[in-house]
């Protein structure tokens, strides 16, 4: 049975290596913070109770459809539909269709992103083939106005960060949740990894820093990383609670 996404694609790159993931889920944590349909992510009140957990769930579906045949892919977007739907009719209201493309938009761009930081640049082709695979989730979830294709996207994505950005008293709030469960230290470094890789009018909300002191750490873990020890660089600055979580995200089929 064929996969979701082809074992060739460069998408399963990305998604293979703890590393990117943890920088695309430190990107995550900022544009949901300042989403303005972030009043969806408190309405059970299981993210700020747990914001990293959250957080990690939206990155474990991802790639739980990556990863598998086309069958189980389809059905666990279709799981992730029927959750929605059900927290829709648990408030009342639905879920606007900008919100879900807000998700998928800056899982693409954050894929590129991370990847480009930890490793190198992509081609179009590649941008596009990464455009592709999210927007077939998308065409799944039957959400309206999905871009045709990646120049499209870019356009879109654009104007999504002009229109649904905010920083409010939520957008604080979750930022207070993130120092608590991640402490202090690694919250700054989480603020660094945000800084790195976010784009710049994220950055502009919000008070993330202007000097990259990270990219001191990267350039060390590049170094490790061809001695074959970058782990214990990588394992240092993750939250113990998430340690094996994170680590069982390396996949033994990327280099």
């Known amino acids: ?20 993931i943890l920088f695309i889920f430190a990107g ?25 957990g959250r957080l990690f769930s939206t990155v474990a579906y991802s790639r739980q459809i990556i990863f598998s045949e086309e069958q189980a892919a389809l059905q666990s977007i279709d ?16 879920i606007p269709d900008w919100a879900y493309r807000d998700v998928l938009f800056l899982l693409i761009d954050l894929s590129i992103r991370s990847y480009e930081l930890l490793e190198r640049k992509l081609t179009e082709a590649e941008k ?7 927007n077939r989730v998308g065409l799944r979830m039957q959400l309206a106005g999905l871009p045709a294709n990646y120049a ?25 949740q993130y120092k608590k469960h991640l402490g202090h230290a690694r919250y700054l470094v989480l ?18 820093g202007k ?4 990219l001191a750490v990267i350039w060390t873990y590049k170094f490790l990383r061809l001695i074959k020890i970058e782990t214990f660089l990588r394992n240092a600055l993750l939250p113990a609670a998430y340690k094996a979580q994170i680590i069982g995200m390396d996949s033994p089929f990327i280099k």
């Open 79 to 94: 799981k992730i539909n029927s959750i929605h739907k059900g927290v829709e009719t648990s408030r009342g209201a639905q």
């Open 128 to 134: 596009a083939e990464t455009f592709d695979v999210f």
């Open 1 to 20: 049975m064929p996969y979701f996404v082809g074992e060739d694609s460069i998408v399963r790159k990305i998604w293979g290596k703890a590393d990117t």
């Open 191 to 208: 603020k660094q990894a945000q800084l790195l890789v976010v784009p710049p009018l994220v950055r502009k909300h919000l008070s993330l």
């Open 152 to 176: 499209a996207y870019l356009l879109m994505r654009h104007e999504h960060l002009q229109q649904n950005l905010v920083s409010g008293e939520l957008t604080l709030d979750m930022y207070r």
């Open 211 to 214: 000097i990259p002191w990270l």
């Open 28 to 52: 995550a944590a900022a544009e949901f913070a300042l989403n303005k349909a972030v009043d969806w992510l408190y309405f059970t009140g299981r993210l700020p109770a747990d914001p990293l």
